[in-house]
């Protein structure tokens, strides 16, 4: 069993910057990868970004690319969202997520095994 945590979350004007962290706890939490989404109000969850268990392997939704960096400190057992140049419509909860068997990241919703409670990022124009 995996616990994840988010944190970090808050109100920010559009082009400002937050850093989401995500506490993992439990047997696999520094082998697994994780991933971030988000789901907006009325939207389905929507991949964000995702990482490799060991930080090597990064990818970003197209619409975050060159404004948001995942990373992971499995020393701490914390992955990193810094998002950057924030826009509008990047308002959302924020959801961490880990993978129970793969150490690689996926964009898709539904092989994720364990995730957190979310955390509120809102975006003021």
């Known amino acids: 069993q995996v616990q994840l945590v988010e944190s970090g979350g808050g109100l920010v004007q559009a082009g400002g910057s937050l850093r989401l962290s995500c506490a993992a706890s439990?047997?696999?939490?520094?082998?697994?990868?994780m991933g971030w989404f988000r789901q907006a109000p009325g939207k389905e969850r929507e991949f964000v970004s995702g990482?490799?268990?060991?930080?090597?392997?990064?990818g970003h939704a197209n619409s975050v690319k060159g404004r948001f960096t995942i990373s992971r400190d499995n020393a701490k057992n914390t992955v990193y969202l810094q998002m950057n140049s924030l826009k509008p419509e990047d308002t959302a909860v924020y959801y961490c997520?880990?993978?129970?068997?793969?150490?690689?990241?996926?964009?898709?919703?539904?092989?994720?095994?364990?995730w957190g409670q979310g955390t509120q990022v809102t975006v003021s124009s």
């Open positions: 439990g047997r696999t939490s520094s082998s697994a990868a």
């Open positions: 990482i490799n268990w060991s930080g090597d392997s990064t």
């Open positions: 997520a880990a993978r129970r068997y793969s150490t690689t990241w996926s964009s898709y919703v539904d092989v994720y095994d364990y």
